[in-house]
T-cell receptor, first 111, second 110 residues
């Protein structure tokens, strides 16, 4: 079975641009979460979606938004990119409660 | 929010040595996971262990929820064990957010 898949794996943007990151959960998993990991730190929670509804939001500005589709895949959107948005963006899925499984991440560089 | 502290922050071992990594958390939790982050950034699940003890090969983990700590044991370490080990916890009303510690960076030398 495929694990959590994310795309793109690497991307470079310039300040002020917009970015969309995509995530497909493990088959059968209805919950998707997004995390941001800056260099040298642990991942920080951004959003959690379950059955297409936002169930949790971390301490991130409104420039960050997300959505979940009927097939349970998800997109993370970041507007008006700042240099500080450079990070590894991780998507995770879970079946119901319990164990989270992470994808390989999308590494974003903002110049 | 809940605080997660991991120790030690850095660890250097010679191949074959054993080690214990610790995770302290400041409040009751309903989920605790240990991850290994490889050099490419992927978080590999090691244990889902909100309480009790589990073993998987050379690795084992124990969580004492009432005392708010968890331990990860690595025996007979190998160079492939190098990387960053994260402990992450989830509180009941957190919106299912995992709160990560800052990690323990492990280097195993030949």
């Amino acid at each position: 079975d495929a694990g959590v898949t994310q795309s793109p794996t690497h991307l470079i943007k310039t300040r002020g641009q917009h970015v969309t990151l995509r995530c497909s959960p493990i088959s059968g998993h209805k919950s998707v979460s997004w995390y941001q990991q800056v260099l040298g730190q642990g991942p920080q929670f951004i959003f959690q979606y379950y059955e297409k509804e936002e169930r949790g939001r971390g301490n991130f500005p409104d420039r960050f938004s997300a959505r979940q589709f009927p097939n349970y895949s998800s997109e993370l959107n970041v507007n008006a990119l700042l240099l500080g948005d450079s990070a590894l963006y991780l998507c995770a899925s879970r079946y119901n409660t319990g164990e989270l499984f992470f994808g390989e991440g999308s590494r974003l560089t903002v110049l | 929010g809940i605080q997660v502290e991991q120790s030690p922050p850095d660890l250097i071992l010679q191949e074959g040595a054993n080690s214990t990594l610790r995770c302290n958390f400041s409040d009751s939790v309903n989920n605790l996971q240990w991850f290994h982050q490889n050099p490419w950034g992927q978080l590999i699940n090691l244990f889902y262990i909100p309480s009790g003890t589990k073993q998987n090969g050379r690795l084992s983990a124990t969580t004492v929820a009432t005392e708010r700590y968890s331990l990860l044991y690595i025996s007979s370490s190998q160079t492939t064990d190098s990387g960053v080990y994260f402990c992450a916890v989830e509180q009941g009303n957190s919106g299912y957010a995992l709160n990560f510690g800052k990690g323990t960076s492990l280097l195993v030398t030949p």
